[in-house]
């Protein structure tokens, strides 16, 4: 079974960046779609963009477009999501997914967390002056 780990959050200031990863030990990356998702205190878990299998096409939340960009590294076996301009709301544990393409939503931020499967553990994010 697909397994996926995610890496490289940690605390930064607001205006920094960060950049996290996605990874799997067993299984290539360049058979499935990569999904980032968030979840900050008390509130539910929300998309925050998709990287098709082939990494030609990517998707992403309104909140976060022109801030973040999720690309995948082959060579790797990994899918990064690189957050620039960060600011105190994008707080919370991110989250990398899988599903075998990226669906379509008017907004990732509304995607369907039940349309991706091999969930990681998270890793947390902390956005704080």
């Known amino acids: 079974q697909l397994q996926l780990v995610e890496s490289g959050g940690g605390l930064v200031r607001p205006g920094g960046s960060l950049r996290l990863s996605c990874t799997s030990s067993?299984?290539?990356?360049?058979?499935?779609?990569v999904g980032w998702f968030r979840q900050a205190p008390g509130k539910a878990r929300e998309g925050v963009g998709c990287?098709?299998?082939?990494?030609?096409?990517?998707h992403s939340a309104a909140s976060v477009q022109g801030r973040f960009t999720i690309s995948k590294d082959d060579a790797k076996n990994t899918v990064h999501l690189q957050m620039d301009s960060l600011k105190p709301e994008d707080t919370g544990v991110y989250y990398c997914?899988?599903?075998?393409?990226?669906?379509?939503?008017?907004?990732?931020?509304?995607?369907?967390?039940?349309?991706?499967?091999?969930w990681g553990q998270g890793t947390q994010v902390t956005v704080s002056s």
């Open positions: 990287i098709s299998y082939s990494g030609t096409m990517t």
């Open positions: 997914a899988a599903a075998r393409i990226c669906p379509y939503y008017s907004d990732y931020a509304r995607a369907d967390t039940t349309d991706f499967g091999s």
């Open positions: 067993e299984f290539s990356l360049d058979h499935y779609a």
